[in-house]
Protein backbone atom coordinates (compact mmCIF):
# COMPACT_ATOMS: atom_id res chain seq x y z
CA UNK A 1 0.00 0.00 0.00
CA UNK A 2 1.46 3.39 -1.08
CA UNK A 3 1.57 6.43 0.94
CA UNK A 4 -1.17 8.28 -0.48
CA UNK A 5 -3.29 4.95 0.14
CA UNK A 6 -1.75 4.45 3.93
CA UNK A 7 -3.18 8.35 4.63
CA UNK A 8 -6.47 8.19 3.26
CA UNK A 9 -7.09 4.63 5.16
CA UNK A 10 -5.78 6.40 8.65
CA UNK A 11 -8.82 8.88 8.46
CA UNK A 12 -11.17 6.26 7.28
CA UNK A 13 -9.93 3.96 10.51
CA UNK A 14 -9.64 6.85 12.86
CA UNK A 15 -13.32 7.79 11.79
CA UNK A 16 -14.54 4.52 12.39
CA UNK A 17 -12.48 4.13 15.55
CA UNK A 18 -14.42 7.32 16.94
CA UNK A 19 -17.42 5.96 16.26
CA UNK A 20 -17.52 2.33 17.87
CA UNK A 21 -16.07 3.85 20.47
CA UNK A 22 -18.82 6.32 20.96
CA UNK A 23 -21.07 2.99 20.35
CA UNK A 24 -19.59 1.45 22.56
CA UNK A 25 -20.15 4.26 25.45
CA UNK A 26 -23.89 4.71 24.57
CA UNK A 27 -24.33 1.04 24.31
CA UNK A 28 -22.49 0.02 27.53
CA UNK A 29 -24.35 3.05 29.76
CA UNK A 30 -27.84 1.33 28.63
CA UNK A 31 -27.85 -1.07 31.52
CA UNK A 32 -26.65 0.93 34.38
CA UNK A 33 -29.35 3.99 33.24
CA UNK A 34 -32.28 0.90 33.64
CA UNK A 35 -30.98 0.02 36.78
CA UNK A 36 -30.97 3.09 38.04
CA UNK A 37 -34.86 3.91 36.30
CA UNK A 38 -35.88 0.75 37.67
CA UNK A 39 -34.58 1.33 41.41
CA UNK A 40 -36.23 4.91 41.59
CA UNK A 41 -39.43 3.03 40.42
CA UNK A 42 -38.91 0.55 43.53
CA UNK A 43 -38.55 2.74 46.41
CA UNK A 44 -41.49 4.46 45.34
CA UNK A 45 -43.24 1.06 45.60
CA UNK A 46 -42.03 0.04 49.03
CA UNK A 47 -42.91 3.77 50.24
CA UNK A 48 -46.18 2.42 49.27
CA UNK A 49 -46.41 -0.84 50.69
CA UNK A 50 -44.42 0.37 53.77
CA UNK A 51 -47.54 2.87 54.15
CA UNK A 52 -50.18 0.53 53.58
CA UNK A 53 -48.39 -1.57 56.40
CA UNK A 54 -48.26 0.87 58.82
CA UNK A 55 -51.88 1.48 60.26
CA UNK A 56 -52.01 -1.96 61.14
CA UNK A 57 -48.39 -2.26 62.80
CA UNK A 58 -48.28 -3.11 66.25
CA UNK A 59 -45.77 -2.16 69.17
CA UNK A 60 -43.99 -5.94 68.13
CA UNK A 61 -44.18 -5.67 64.35
CA UNK A 62 -45.99 -5.27 61.55
CA UNK A 63 -49.31 -7.05 60.79
CA UNK A 64 -49.29 -9.26 57.80
CA UNK A 65 -52.04 -10.99 57.18
CA UNK A 66 -54.83 -8.44 55.21
CA UNK A 67 -50.82 -8.13 53.36
CA UNK A 68 -50.73 -11.76 52.20
CA UNK A 69 -54.17 -11.50 50.81
CA UNK A 70 -53.29 -8.49 48.60
CA UNK A 71 -50.26 -10.13 47.42
CA UNK A 72 -51.54 -13.34 46.86
CA UNK A 73 -54.25 -11.58 44.44
CA UNK A 74 -52.15 -9.65 42.65
CA UNK A 75 -49.96 -12.65 42.16
CA UNK A 76 -53.13 -14.38 40.62
CA UNK A 77 -54.04 -11.84 37.92
CA UNK A 78 -54.36 -12.30 34.91
CA UNK A 79 -53.42 -9.49 32.03
CA UNK A 80 -51.23 -8.69 28.46
CA UNK A 81 -49.69 -5.59 28.49
CA UNK A 82 -47.21 -4.51 25.64
CA UNK A 83 -44.69 -2.20 26.34
CA UNK A 84 -42.70 -0.31 23.66
CA UNK A 85 -43.32 -3.77 21.66
CA UNK A 86 -42.18 -6.02 24.97
CA UNK A 87 -45.24 -8.17 25.73
CA UNK A 88 -45.74 -8.80 30.14
CA UNK A 89 -48.54 -11.06 31.25
CA UNK A 90 -47.20 -11.86 34.83
CA UNK A 91 -46.07 -9.26 37.59
CA UNK A 92 -42.61 -9.89 38.61
CA UNK A 93 -42.31 -7.90 42.08
CA UNK A 94 -41.30 -9.55 44.90
CA UNK A 95 -42.21 -8.33 48.60
CA UNK A 96 -40.81 -9.23 51.88
CA UNK A 97 -41.92 -8.18 55.75
CA UNK A 98 -39.84 -8.70 58.30
CA UNK A 99 -39.75 -7.60 62.39
CA UNK A 100 -37.74 -5.55 64.26
CA UNK A 101 -34.90 -8.30 64.51
CA UNK A 102 -34.93 -9.12 61.20
CA UNK A 103 -37.13 -11.69 61.20
CA UNK A 104 -39.34 -12.53 57.77
CA UNK A 105 -42.79 -12.53 58.66
CA UNK A 106 -44.02 -12.47 54.71
CA UNK A 107 -42.17 -13.58 51.74
CA UNK A 108 -44.44 -13.32 48.58
CA UNK A 109 -42.43 -16.20 47.36
CA UNK A 110 -43.03 -18.32 50.28
CA UNK A 111 -39.77 -19.29 50.73
CA UNK A 112 -38.07 -17.76 53.90
CA UNK A 113 -40.65 -17.71 56.21
CA UNK A 114 -38.88 -17.16 59.77
CA UNK A 115 -35.50 -16.88 58.76
CA UNK A 116 -33.06 -14.12 59.53
CA UNK A 117 -32.47 -11.51 56.91
CA UNK A 118 -30.88 -9.01 59.36
CA UNK A 119 -27.52 -9.56 57.84
CA UNK A 120 -28.46 -8.34 54.01
CA UNK A 121 -27.61 -5.07 53.64
CA UNK A 122 -31.05 -3.42 52.88
CA UNK A 123 -32.79 -4.87 55.99
CA UNK A 124 -29.96 -3.47 58.05
CA UNK A 125 -30.13 0.04 57.23
CA UNK A 126 -33.89 -0.31 56.77
CA UNK A 127 -34.16 -1.46 60.57
CA UNK A 128 -31.36 1.30 61.17
CA UNK A 129 -33.93 3.74 59.53
CA UNK A 130 -31.35 4.12 56.20
CA UNK A 131 -31.89 3.40 52.83
CA UNK A 132 -30.51 0.22 51.82
CA UNK A 133 -30.34 -1.34 48.32
CA UNK A 134 -28.40 -4.86 47.37
CA UNK A 135 -28.03 -6.81 44.14
CA UNK A 136 -27.54 -10.56 44.99
CA UNK A 137 -28.12 -13.64 42.88
CA UNK A 138 -30.52 -16.46 43.63
CA UNK A 139 -28.02 -18.78 42.25
CA UNK A 140 -24.74 -18.26 43.21
CA UNK A 141 -23.36 -19.30 39.92
CA UNK A 142 -26.08 -17.88 37.75
CA UNK A 143 -25.36 -14.13 36.84
CA UNK A 144 -28.83 -14.37 35.13
CA UNK A 145 -30.27 -14.80 38.38
CA UNK A 146 -29.24 -11.52 39.68
CA UNK A 147 -32.23 -9.79 41.72
CA UNK A 148 -32.52 -6.01 42.74
CA UNK A 149 -33.68 -4.97 46.06
CA UNK A 150 -34.81 -2.31 47.98
CA UNK A 151 -35.87 -1.96 52.02
CA UNK A 152 -37.64 0.71 53.93
CA UNK A 153 -38.20 0.84 57.29
CA UNK A 154 -41.98 0.55 58.99
CA UNK A 155 -43.25 2.67 61.62
CA UNK A 156 -45.33 2.53 65.19
CA UNK A 157 -45.56 5.76 66.79
CA UNK A 158 -41.66 6.89 65.23
CA UNK A 159 -40.44 3.64 65.90
CA UNK A 160 -39.11 1.07 63.54
CA UNK A 161 -41.10 -2.42 64.22
CA UNK A 162 -40.12 -3.76 60.69
CA UNK A 163 -39.29 -3.30 57.33
CA UNK A 164 -40.54 -4.21 53.77
CA UNK A 165 -38.51 -5.05 50.98
CA UNK A 166 -39.18 -4.94 46.98
CA UNK A 167 -37.27 -6.97 44.79
CA UNK A 168 -37.26 -7.03 41.28
CA UNK A 169 -35.75 -10.10 38.47
CA UNK A 170 -33.12 -8.51 36.70
CA UNK A 171 -34.09 -10.07 33.96
CA UNK A 172 -36.84 -8.74 33.84
CA UNK A 173 -35.21 -5.52 32.63
CA UNK A 174 -33.23 -7.59 30.55
CA UNK A 175 -35.26 -7.60 27.70
CA UNK A 176 -36.17 -3.29 27.72
CA UNK A 177 -32.00 -3.32 27.80
CA UNK A 178 -31.44 -5.89 25.03
CA UNK A 179 -34.34 -3.96 23.03
CA UNK A 180 -32.41 -0.62 23.77
CA UNK A 181 -28.90 -1.90 22.73
CA UNK A 182 -29.87 -3.21 19.75
CA UNK A 183 -32.15 0.09 18.60
CA UNK A 184 -29.12 2.04 19.97
CA UNK A 185 -26.55 0.10 17.55
CA UNK A 186 -28.81 -0.02 14.76
CA UNK A 187 -29.11 4.12 14.88
CA UNK A 188 -25.60 4.52 15.50
CA UNK A 189 -24.13 1.87 12.76
CA UNK A 190 -27.16 4.05 10.08
CA UNK A 191 -25.80 7.19 11.12
CA UNK A 192 -22.10 6.41 10.92
CA UNK A 193 -22.80 4.83 7.49
CA UNK A 194 -24.34 8.34 6.51
CA UNK A 195 -21.88 10.27 7.80
CA UNK A 196 -19.56 8.51 5.89
CA UNK A 197 -21.80 8.44 2.54
CA UNK A 198 -21.90 12.21 3.36
CA UNK A 199 -18.40 12.87 3.86
CA UNK A 200 -17.36 10.89 0.62
CA UNK A 201 -20.37 12.76 -1.49
CA UNK A 202 -18.82 16.13 -0.04
CA UNK A 203 -15.26 15.01 -0.96
CA UNK A 204 -16.41 14.44 -4.38
CA UNK A 205 -18.18 17.62 -4.87
CA UNK A 206 -15.31 19.60 -4.06
CA UNK A 207 -12.62 18.07 -5.80
CA UNK A 208 -14.59 16.72 -8.97
CA UNK A 209 -18.49 18.50 -8.83
CA UNK A 210 -20.06 16.94 -11.95
CA UNK A 211 -17.26 15.80 -14.38
CA UNK A 212 -17.57 12.10 -13.38
CA UNK A 213 -21.55 11.82 -12.96
CA UNK A 214 -21.78 13.25 -16.58
CA UNK A 215 -19.59 11.07 -18.05
CA UNK A 216 -21.15 7.95 -16.62
CA UNK A 217 -24.27 9.27 -17.82
CA UNK A 218 -22.93 9.76 -21.42
CA UNK A 219 -21.47 6.05 -20.93
CA UNK A 220 -24.84 5.00 -20.03
CA UNK A 221 -26.53 6.91 -22.93
CA UNK A 222 -24.22 4.97 -25.47
CA UNK A 223 -25.10 1.03 -24.07
CA UNK A 224 -26.64 -0.19 -27.15
CA UNK A 225 -28.48 -2.71 -24.91
CA UNK A 226 -29.48 -2.97 -21.22
CA UNK A 227 -26.80 -4.81 -18.96
CA UNK A 228 -27.48 -3.98 -15.77
CA UNK A 229 -23.71 -5.64 -14.91
CA UNK A 230 -22.37 -3.40 -17.43
CA UNK A 231 -23.02 -0.52 -16.00
CA UNK A 232 -22.38 -1.39 -12.10
CA UNK A 233 -18.77 -1.71 -14.03
CA UNK A 234 -18.99 1.48 -14.96
CA UNK A 235 -20.43 2.61 -11.60
CA UNK A 236 -17.44 0.99 -9.40
CA UNK A 237 -15.45 2.46 -12.26
CA UNK A 238 -16.28 5.95 -11.55
CA UNK A 239 -16.21 5.24 -8.21
CA UNK A 240 -12.33 4.17 -8.07
CA UNK A 241 -11.79 7.58 -10.29
CA UNK A 242 -13.43 9.37 -7.69
CA UNK A 243 -11.64 7.73 -5.17
CA UNK A 244 -8.42 8.28 -6.44
CA UNK A 245 -9.07 11.90 -7.13
CA UNK A 246 -10.05 12.71 -3.31
CA UNK A 247 -7.35 10.91 -2.05
CA UNK A 248 -4.58 12.98 -4.44
CA UNK A 249 -6.30 15.85 -2.97
CA UNK A 250 -6.45 15.03 0.52
CA UNK A 251 -2.96 14.32 -0.06
CA UNK A 252 -2.55 17.62 -2.00
CA UNK A 253 -0.46 16.15 -5.08
CA UNK A 254 -1.77 16.67 -8.60
CA UNK A 255 -0.22 14.99 -12.15
CA UNK A 256 1.64 18.23 -12.91
CA UNK A 257 3.89 17.45 -9.99
CA UNK A 258 4.47 13.56 -10.88
CA UNK A 259 5.21 14.53 -14.13
CA UNK A 260 7.94 17.36 -13.37
CA UNK A 261 9.56 15.00 -10.68
CA UNK A 262 9.42 11.40 -13.16
CA UNK A 263 10.73 13.54 -16.57
CA UNK A 264 13.37 15.05 -14.90
CA UNK A 265 14.82 12.29 -13.33
CA UNK A 266 14.92 10.42 -16.71
CA UNK A 267 16.00 13.51 -18.76
CA UNK A 268 19.31 13.53 -16.42
CA UNK A 269 20.75 10.85 -18.44
CA UNK A 270 20.91 11.59 -21.76
CA UNK A 271 21.47 15.14 -21.24
CA UNK A 272 24.45 14.32 -19.21
CA UNK A 273 25.50 12.53 -22.35
CA UNK A 274 25.30 15.14 -24.34
CA UNK A 275 27.05 17.37 -22.23
CA UNK A 276 30.09 14.79 -22.55
CA UNK A 277 29.98 14.40 -25.59
CA UNK A 278 29.69 18.25 -26.63
CA UNK A 279 32.61 18.65 -24.53
CA UNK A 280 34.48 16.03 -26.21
CA UNK A 281 34.07 17.45 -29.47
CA UNK A 282 35.53 20.47 -28.37
CA UNK A 283 39.19 19.03 -28.31
CA UNK A 284 41.28 17.59 -31.27
CA UNK A 285 39.99 14.39 -32.44
CA UNK A 286 39.94 12.18 -35.72
CA UNK A 287 36.90 12.10 -38.03
CA UNK A 288 36.04 8.74 -36.43
CA UNK A 289 36.16 9.68 -33.31
CA UNK A 290 34.00 12.69 -34.24
CA UNK A 291 31.37 11.15 -36.23
CA UNK A 292 30.90 8.54 -32.87
CA UNK A 293 30.33 11.52 -30.69
CA UNK A 294 27.83 13.51 -32.88
CA UNK A 295 25.91 9.92 -33.47
CA UNK A 296 25.58 9.59 -29.79
CA UNK A 297 24.58 13.06 -29.59
CA UNK A 298 21.60 12.66 -32.16
CA UNK A 299 20.79 9.25 -30.66
CA UNK A 300 20.17 11.14 -27.41
CA UNK A 301 18.76 14.52 -28.46
CA UNK A 302 16.26 11.35 -30.59
CA UNK A 303 15.34 9.71 -27.09
CA UNK A 304 15.04 12.77 -25.35
CA UNK A 305 12.18 14.25 -28.12
CA UNK A 306 10.69 10.24 -28.04
CA UNK A 307 10.82 10.62 -24.37
CA UNK A 308 8.80 14.11 -23.77
CA UNK A 309 6.35 13.72 -26.57
CA UNK A 310 5.36 10.34 -24.97
CA UNK A 311 5.41 11.88 -22.01
CA UNK A 312 3.01 14.33 -23.36
CA UNK A 313 1.05 11.81 -25.26
CA UNK A 314 0.30 10.14 -21.77
CA UNK A 315 -0.72 13.12 -19.74
CA UNK A 316 -3.47 13.57 -21.90
CA UNK A 317 -4.21 9.98 -21.91
CA UNK A 318 -4.49 10.05 -18.26
CA UNK A 319 -6.27 13.09 -17.83
CA UNK A 320 -9.35 11.87 -19.94
CA UNK A 321 -12.21 9.89 -18.03
CA UNK A 322 -14.05 8.77 -21.00
CA UNK A 323 -13.38 8.52 -24.89
CA UNK A 324 -15.04 11.43 -26.80
CA UNK A 325 -16.37 9.99 -29.60
CA UNK A 326 -16.59 5.88 -29.43
CA UNK A 327 -16.90 3.96 -32.35
CA UNK A 328 -17.74 0.22 -33.35
CA UNK A 329 -14.39 -1.43 -34.06
CA UNK A 330 -14.09 -4.61 -36.02
CA UNK A 331 -11.24 -6.29 -34.14
CA UNK A 332 -10.18 -9.02 -36.54
CA UNK A 333 -9.39 -6.39 -39.23
CA UNK A 334 -6.93 -4.04 -36.86
CA UNK A 335 -5.12 -7.17 -35.32
CA UNK A 336 -4.99 -8.28 -39.56
CA UNK A 337 -3.06 -5.21 -39.97
CA UNK A 338 -0.95 -4.87 -36.94
CA UNK A 339 0.17 -8.99 -37.57
CA UNK A 340 0.71 -7.44 -41.58
CA UNK A 341 3.24 -4.62 -39.45
CA UNK A 342 5.05 -6.72 -36.82
CA UNK A 343 5.83 -9.21 -39.62
CA UNK A 344 7.54 -7.23 -42.09
CA UNK A 345 9.38 -5.65 -38.73
CA UNK A 346 10.49 -8.72 -37.36
CA UNK A 347 11.29 -10.38 -41.03
CA UNK A 348 15.31 -9.32 -40.88
CA UNK A 349 15.36 -11.64 -37.71
CA UNK A 350 13.43 -13.94 -38.98
CA UNK A 351 10.88 -13.84 -36.51
CA UNK A 352 7.16 -15.18 -37.53
CA UNK A 353 4.08 -13.25 -36.69
CA UNK A 354 0.95 -15.67 -36.72
CA UNK A 355 -2.44 -14.49 -36.30
CA UNK A 356 -5.21 -16.75 -34.87
CA UNK A 357 -9.11 -14.91 -34.60
CA UNK A 358 -11.46 -17.19 -33.44
CA UNK A 359 -14.40 -15.17 -34.98
CA UNK A 360 -15.93 -11.86 -35.55
CA UNK A 361 -15.47 -9.85 -32.46
CA UNK A 362 -16.59 -5.65 -32.14
CA UNK A 363 -15.27 -3.79 -29.42
CA UNK A 364 -16.86 0.09 -28.15
CA UNK A 365 -13.80 2.79 -28.41
CA UNK A 366 -11.34 4.52 -30.20
CA UNK A 367 -9.37 2.64 -33.10
CA UNK A 368 -6.02 4.33 -33.21
CA UNK A 369 -5.72 3.99 -29.09
CA UNK A 370 -6.82 0.31 -29.52
CA UNK A 371 -3.61 -0.04 -32.35
CA UNK A 372 -1.46 1.63 -30.49
CA UNK A 373 -1.92 -0.78 -27.48
CA UNK A 374 -1.62 -4.07 -29.61
CA UNK A 375 1.04 -2.29 -31.24
CA UNK A 376 2.92 -1.35 -28.08
CA UNK A 377 2.46 -5.37 -26.73
CA UNK A 378 3.92 -6.66 -30.99
CA UNK A 379 6.48 -3.82 -30.08
CA UNK A 380 7.49 -5.10 -27.11
CA UNK A 381 7.74 -9.04 -27.91
CA UNK A 382 9.66 -8.03 -31.30
CA UNK A 383 12.00 -6.59 -29.06
CA UNK A 384 12.47 -9.62 -26.46
CA UNK A 385 12.13 -12.18 -28.89
CA UNK A 386 15.12 -13.95 -30.13
CA UNK A 387 15.86 -14.86 -33.99
CA UNK A 388 14.22 -16.97 -36.20
CA UNK A 389 11.44 -17.61 -33.07
CA UNK A 390 7.34 -17.15 -33.79
CA UNK A 391 5.20 -14.45 -31.63
CA UNK A 392 1.16 -15.55 -31.54
CA UNK A 393 -1.06 -12.69 -32.21
CA UNK A 394 -4.55 -14.45 -31.28
CA UNK A 395 -8.00 -13.24 -30.55
CA UNK A 396 -10.68 -15.09 -28.29
CA UNK A 397 -14.13 -14.00 -27.73
CA UNK A 398 -16.90 -14.75 -25.28
CA UNK A 399 -20.53 -13.61 -24.00
CA UNK A 400 -19.42 -10.38 -22.67
CA UNK A 401 -15.40 -9.96 -23.33
CA UNK A 402 -12.78 -9.43 -25.94
CA UNK A 403 -9.08 -10.83 -25.24
CA UNK A 404 -6.14 -9.70 -27.39
CA UNK A 405 -3.23 -12.47 -26.76
CA UNK A 406 -0.01 -11.95 -27.44
CA UNK A 407 2.56 -14.62 -26.53
CA UNK A 408 6.57 -15.00 -27.63
CA UNK A 409 9.54 -16.67 -26.97
CA UNK A 410 11.61 -14.59 -25.62
CA UNK A 411 13.28 -15.04 -21.88
CA UNK A 412 10.38 -14.27 -20.35
CA UNK A 413 10.01 -11.68 -16.79
CA UNK A 414 12.61 -11.76 -14.64
CA UNK A 415 10.60 -12.08 -10.62
CA UNK A 416 12.07 -8.77 -9.26
CA UNK A 417 10.15 -7.00 -12.14
CA UNK A 418 6.40 -9.22 -11.89
CA UNK A 419 4.72 -6.12 -10.38
CA UNK A 420 6.44 -2.90 -12.57
CA UNK A 421 5.62 -4.02 -15.85
CA UNK A 422 3.70 -1.13 -16.21
CA UNK A 423 4.97 1.71 -14.17
CA UNK A 424 6.21 4.49 -15.92
CA UNK A 425 9.64 4.37 -16.67
CA UNK A 426 10.40 0.79 -16.29
CA UNK A 427 12.10 -0.93 -18.22
CA UNK A 428 14.11 -4.28 -19.15
CA UNK A 429 17.52 -4.25 -20.80
CA UNK A 430 16.39 -5.76 -24.33
CA UNK A 431 18.50 -9.12 -25.33
CA UNK A 432 21.86 -8.98 -27.17
CA UNK A 433 22.07 -5.54 -26.16
CA UNK A 434 22.31 -2.72 -23.37
CA UNK A 435 19.08 -0.69 -25.10
CA UNK A 436 15.92 0.66 -22.96
CA UNK A 437 12.55 1.52 -24.37
CA UNK A 438 11.15 5.19 -22.60
CA UNK A 439 9.44 2.60 -20.42
CA UNK A 440 5.96 4.05 -20.78
CA UNK A 441 5.29 1.75 -23.71
CA UNK A 442 3.42 -0.96 -21.36
CA UNK A 443 1.96 2.15 -19.26
CA UNK A 444 -0.08 3.38 -22.34
CA UNK A 445 -1.29 0.01 -22.32
CA UNK A 446 -2.91 -0.23 -19.16
CA UNK A 447 -4.28 3.75 -19.63
CA UNK A 448 -5.65 2.73 -23.16
CA UNK A 449 -7.11 -0.08 -21.47
CA UNK A 450 -9.00 1.48 -17.80
CA UNK A 451 -10.57 4.33 -20.43
CA UNK A 452 -12.16 1.14 -22.58
CA UNK A 453 -13.24 -0.03 -19.62
CA UNK A 454 -10.94 -3.09 -19.66
CA UNK A 455 -7.78 -4.34 -18.24
CA UNK A 456 -4.00 -5.23 -19.33
CA UNK A 457 -1.68 -8.12 -17.77
CA UNK A 458 1.32 -10.14 -18.57
CA UNK A 459 2.70 -12.88 -17.02
CA UNK A 460 5.23 -15.74 -18.05
CA UNK A 461 4.39 -18.68 -19.97
CA UNK A 462 5.03 -22.23 -18.69
CA UNK A 463 6.47 -23.13 -21.80
CA UNK A 464 8.82 -20.05 -22.54
CA UNK A 465 8.23 -16.52 -23.03
CA UNK A 466 5.97 -14.25 -21.58
CA UNK A 467 2.10 -13.44 -22.91
CA UNK A 468 0.53 -10.28 -23.00
CA UNK A 469 -3.50 -9.79 -22.54
CA UNK A 470 -5.81 -6.97 -23.17
CA UNK A 471 -9.30 -7.93 -22.17
CA UNK A 472 -12.23 -5.38 -23.66
CA UNK A 473 -16.16 -5.36 -22.64
CA UNK A 474 -17.49 -7.25 -26.22
CA UNK A 475 -20.29 -4.68 -28.10
CA UNK A 476 -23.33 -7.16 -27.55
CA UNK A 477 -25.14 -7.37 -31.27
CA UNK A 478 -29.25 -6.66 -31.34
CA UNK A 479 -31.29 -8.67 -33.40
Do not use: C
Not at 230 to 238: C, D, K, N, P
Not at 297 to 306: D, G, L, N, S, Y
Not at 372 to 388: H, T
Not at 426 to 442: A, E, I, M, Q
Request: charged share 25%; proline share 4%; aromatic share 6%.
Amino acid sequence: MNRRNRIFAGILLAYLAGVGLLMWRLVGDIAPRYRESAEDSMVETAQLLATLLEPTATPTGPYVDAFARVFSALRARQFDAEIYGVKKQRVDLRATVVDGQGHVLFDSLGRSLGADFSRWRDVRLALEGKYGARTSRDTDSDSSSEVMYVSVPIFYQDRIVGAVTVGKPVTSLGQYMQSAQHKTLVAGVTAGFAALVLMLILSLWLVIPSGLVADYLRRVRMQRSWDLSGLWRHLMEMTATAYKDVRDALEGRSFAADYAQTLTHELKSPLSAIRGAADLLQEPMDDADRRRFLGNIERETQRIHELVDRMMQLAALESRRLLDAPQTVDMPTLLEELATSAAASGAGRGIQVKLDVSGPAEVLGDALLLKQAVGNLLANALDFSPSNSRIELSLETSAKAVTISVKDQGPGIPHFAGDKVFEKFFSLTRPGSSRKSTGLGLTFVREIAHLHYGRAAIRNREEGGAIATLTLPRVRTTS
